[in-house]
Each structure stands twice: as structure tokens, then as C-alpha cells.
């Protein structure tokens, strides 16, 4: 309907300007004297036959540009059941821009998108789709955009039943005001408290931050089945080595789990703080690549260059997406090499503190459904070995950053998700805070405490006071983190009531959602809430 309407608006306004051209010509024409210093005579045909020929070409401009939105359209024109909504707000164009790449990407790994601005979306538009993604910039003094105003007056804030409804928010701001992103976050509640349930914790970006706007595409790599979405911005990677690896859970039943240690070839990399986020730059196993040049008769060793940087095309390829061998036959290897993407990064909870003096990672070999390994965990876990070089990007997560005082920390997690609570457990040793209580969930005591002895010696030492275990697989019922904190129900509300902050790291399929509503049942919604914007309740989930 919009692109007929745009065709008959651009229609007349064209054929509008063609009846004044030509009168304009036939007036000249008519004129004895010039009547104006530029009075078209004995090139008035000539001008006619331009004003007509530009009227054509207009006309047929519009008729293109119809179709490619009639075309838009279609895409956007899909079922709740089956689209992702993605909604935008944007003041400078900014947060628009970032939808649409969002929505190529999706779309690029076969999601279907329902791309709408803010102020087109309501209550029933939400209630219609089962996904939602909110793109919300905040301008001003914390004030939404123009366009979505409307949407703060007649939907925002109203109460609404979201229930099934699972959603993200990607929130843009400016820490240089006092109530950065507080468009985005107040979204973020809102949609929380009506009961939509997040596909992943908002992600807050200060001044167009590029580290935040790759962990929002990895994210949407997780949404799109793990797909590996090529990176908006590339990490500019620094150079590390493989100190160590070791399999840490043989025998389980679970995947194996890897303690891998790296260590910066400059040591003024080592720096970050607990919470803080491990970008890793994968590379493929060299007999991948040796099979890939086979199949499209390149030769690995040939010279290339690329960004500035001259080296062997089997060298680039190690870290790039492997193109499909028919688009590669018969180009040279500079073709070839021009033509490459990165392969996406991915990210890892540190697990050490600088003063370790190497970077830990607690890593979970992932294999694909075809068997092959994942991109990041097979490059960390099997391909590269010691000694290797590894690209890696150290990534602040402020919003995973310790407390700043000694106030009790209540440490939640399952899985993998042991290494970001471990680095908070040593920056609290080193401050000398010891109101720490761990409460971790894995599958068997016997393969899969990782980090036992360090865990036992810090509750035999005073630094954790309360240790909570929950091994899901031994014995004959099933038994889960959040059930050893529903069970510590009267000791959590103490806790909290000191001021206690609790910080969760690890599964959000599962997990994350379960001990939500734990904290629910304990403290109630409001509080919750509240908790999460004084920044005593904190999440590292995926």
C-alpha cells in the first residue's frame, strides 16, 4: 500500500512538473522579447525533448524504487510465529543504521524479520510475535526519541500481559549523561515486569562503542542457531601464546572442559578486571585449509596481500571463512584473498586476575550437528597447540564489574560459567572481603568440580563462607542450582537484606531464568528490579 501510494504521489508530482515545463516552453515560444534574461527560443525544443525524456526517467525511477519496496515489504510482511520483531528507536539515524544491519544479518542466516519503527509498535503488534528485538536510543537528558514518544505515552508504562513474549534490548547512550541509555533501560524493565522473558541481558553502548556492538552481533549469532555472522567491526587483535591446556573433566558425561591458560606477548596486555570478557580470534586446523586448496587448485603458497599486510594465501585462509570452492576456481590467489572474511570472534568470562600473570579461560569443547568442531572451542581446545599464537581482545563488561565496596556477594553459576565467578572470588580474596558464598551446579561430582581444590581451600581458609553444590547427574533425582538456593531461601533473604549483591554467570537456557525466579519468589519483582538498577543484581549469561 505505501509503495502504490509513493508510485501515484511521484506520478503526479512528475506529470505536474512536465505540464509547467512545457508551458514554460510554449510561453517562451509565444514571447515576441525575452521576458526573463534566460528566455528559452530557438532552443525550446530541445528543452522539451529534455523535460520529457527526464520526466521518463523518472517515472521509471519510481516504478524501481516501488518494486524494491513492495519487495521490503514482503520481507517484513511475516507471521508472529515465524518473524523476530525488531523494533528501532532512533534519533540521529544512528540506532536505525544498527537495524538494519541487524535485520541483514538475522535475515542472512535465514530468520525471518519484522523490521518496524518504535512508534508503529503497540500492544498487539508485541502480542503478535514470540521474539523481539529493541533497538532504543536515548537522547538528551534520558528522554527517547521524537518518533517514540508516542509509544512512551500510550504503551510504555501501561500494563500489558507479555507473557511468552521473549525479548532483548540493545540500549545507546552516552556516559557523559547522567541517565546513560535510560531509554533503553527503562524499556528493558518494563518489558521484564509484564512478564516477557530476555533472549539475552540488555547490552548497554556508550557512544557507538564497537566492543558492545560485536557482543550484541554475537549474540545474535547465538539467536540465529549459532550461526557465524560475520563481524560489523573487526577486534583489532593483540598477540598471545598457549601457555596451557589441560582436560579437566574426563569421564563425564558431559562435554569435555578445558582449563586454558594464555600469556600476552607484550606484558602490558595483561590488564583487566574480574568480569571482563575474552574475544578470541579462531583459526581453522591446517588440514581444513590444505583440503579447501585442493578442491579449487589454489596454491597455499602463494604471495598475497591484504589490509596492508603481505603474506601466504594458506596463512590468510587459516583465519578466514572458507569461500565455497566453485567461487573460487580460476580467480587468482589476490582475488581470492580480496574477497575473504574474517571468521567471527568469539567470546570467554576471564577466569584469572592479572596478577596470575596469564589470562584463564574454563572452556567447553562444542561440536557442530555435522560433528566438526565449533569455530572457537575447537581452536582453544584440540587445534592449537602450546606454544601457538592466539589473536585476543580483552573486552571491559562494566556491567559485570565487581562492587566497589565489601559488601556480601552471593556468586551464581553452572558450567563454564565457574570462570567469571572465579576471577570475582580472587579479586575479593585480594581486597580482603570474605562475605563470599558460592552457589555452582554441573553435572558429577566426580568429573565435573572443576577448580576443586582451590574452591575447598578458600572454604576451609574463611574466604567463602557458604559453598552450595548441585551435581545434576549423581543420584536418582535431578538437582539444580537454583533448587540448592530455593532450599537456602531463609539464609538468601538474610543476605540480601544486608545488602548483599548476587552475580550470575552461565547458562541462560535453563539456569539464568530459573534462579530469576528464585529471586522472584524471595524478594519479589519490585525489589528485584530495583536490585538490577542499583547494580546488586548482575548477570554474565549465554
Known amino acids: ?68 519496496q513492495r519487495a521490503s515489504a514482503r520481507a517484513d510482511e511475516v507471521s508472529g510465529d515465524d518473524a523476530v520483531l525488531l523494533a528501532w528507536a532512533s534519533q540521529t539515524g544512528f540506532g536505525q543504521q544498527l537495524a538494519e544491519h541487524t535485520a541483514q544479518a538475522l535475515r542472512g542466516a535465514g530468520v525471518h524479520v519484522r ?26 537528558e534520558g528522554d527517547p526519541p521524537d518518533h517514540a514518544l508516542g509509544f512512551t505515552r500510550h504503551v510504555l508504562g501501561q500494563p500489558t500481559s507479555l507473557t511468552g513474549l521473549e525479548y532483548a534490548v540493545l540500549a545507546l547512550g552516552d556516559r557523559a549523561y547522567d541517565r546513560f541509555c535510560s531509554f533503553g533501560r527503562r524499556l528493558d524493565q518494563w518489558l521484564h515486569h509484564n512478564g516477557a522473558q530476555p ?3 540488555r547490552i548497554d553502548v556508550d557512544a557507538g562503542d564497537a566492543g558492545a556492538l560485536r557482543h ?19 577486534p583489532k587483535y593483540r598477540p598471545w601464546r598457549m601457555q596451557e591446556r589441560r ?36 583459526r581453522h586446523a591446517p588440514s581444513e585449509v590444505m583440503d579447501w586448496l585442493l578442491s579449487v587448485g589454489q596454491d597455499g603458497s602463494a604471495q598475497v596481500e591484504r589490509d596492508g599486510e603481505h603474506l601466504e594465501l594458506a596463512t590468510l585462509l587459516l583465519r578466514s571463512r572458507l569461500p565455497e570452492p566453485a567461487n573460487a576456481r580460476g580467480q587468482s590467489a589476490q582475488v581470492v584473498a580480496e574477497a575473504l572474511e574474517p571468521l567471527p570472534h568469539r567470546e570467554y568470562s576471564i577466569a584469572s586476575l592479572p596478577a596470575d600473570g596469564s589470562l584463564h579461560l574454563l572452556v567447553r569443547q562444542m561440536r557442530r550437528t555435522d560433528g566438526r568442531l ?7 581446545t584440540e587445534i592449537a597447540d602450546t606454544g601457538a599464537a592466539i589473536d585476543l581482545r580483552i573486552r571491559s563488561n562494566t556491567s559485570f564489574h565487581p562492587p566497589q565496596d565489601d559488601r556480601p556477594m552471593v556468586l551464581v553459576g553452572n558450567g563454564t560459567g565457574l570462570a567469571g565467578l572465579r576471577a570475582h572470588l580472587k579479586a575479593r580474596a585480594i581486597s580482603g572481603h570474605h562475605r563470599n558464598w558460592l552457589a555452582y551446579g554441573e553435572r558429577q561430582r ?32 535431578r538437582t539444580y542450582v537454583q533448587d540448592r538456593l530455593r532450599e537456602q531461601s531463609e539464609r538468601l533473604r538474610e543476605w540480601l537484606a544486608e545488602g548483599a549483591a548476587v552475580y550470575v554467570c552461565g547458562s541462560l537456557d535453563g539456569m539464568a531464568p530459573a534462579v530469576d525466579a528464585v529471586l522472584r519468589e524471595i524478594v519479589g519483582l519490585d525489589e528485584l528490579e530495583a536490585m538490577a538498577a542499583d547494580g546488586r543484581y548482575r548477570r554474565d549469561v549465554y
Open 446 to 477: 566426580e568429573h565435573d568440580f572443576h577448580h576443586r581444590e582451590e574452591i575447598e581451600a578458600w572454604l576451609q581458609t574463611g574466604h567463602l563462607q557458604h559453598l552450595d553444590l548441585a551435581f545434576s547427574r549423581d543420584g536418582t533425582q
Open 374 to 380: 565449533g569455530s572457537g572451542s575447537g581452536w582453544l
Open 216 to 234: 550484541w552481533q554475537h549474540r545474535l549469532g547465538q539467536l540465529a542457531g549459532h550461526a557465524a555472522l560475520a563481524d560489523w567491526s573487526a
Open 1 to 68: 500500500m505505501n509503495a502504490d501510494r509513493s508510485v501515484k504521489a511521484w506520478f503526479g508530482n512528475g506529470l505536474a512538473l512536465a505540464v509547467v515545463f512545457a508551458f514554460i516552453v510554449l510561453f517562451g515560444r509565444w514571447q515576441a522579447g525575452p521576458w526573463w534574461v534566460a528566455s528559452p527560443r530557438a532552443g525550446a525544443w530541445v528543452l522539451a525533448a529534455v523535460v520529457a525524456l527526464a520526466f521518463i526517467g523518472l517515472c521509471m525511477a519510481t516504478w524501481i524504487s516501488a518494486r524494491e
Open 115 to 140: 523490521m518496524l519503527p518504535l512508534h508503529r509498535v503497540d500492544a498487539q503488534e508485541l502480542g503478535a510475535h514470540r521474539r523481539a528485538l529493541f533497538i532504543a536510543s536515548t537522547t538528551g
Open 199 to 201: 533472549l539475552f541481558d
Open 247 to 282: 582436560w579437566l573433566n574426563p569421564g563425564s558425561v558431559g562435554g569435555p572442559a578445558y582449563h586454558v591458560a594464555l600469556i600476552p606477548v607484550d606484558a602490558r596486555d595483561l590488564h583487566w578486571q574480574a568480569g571482563d570478557i575474552a574475544e578470541v580470534g579462531p
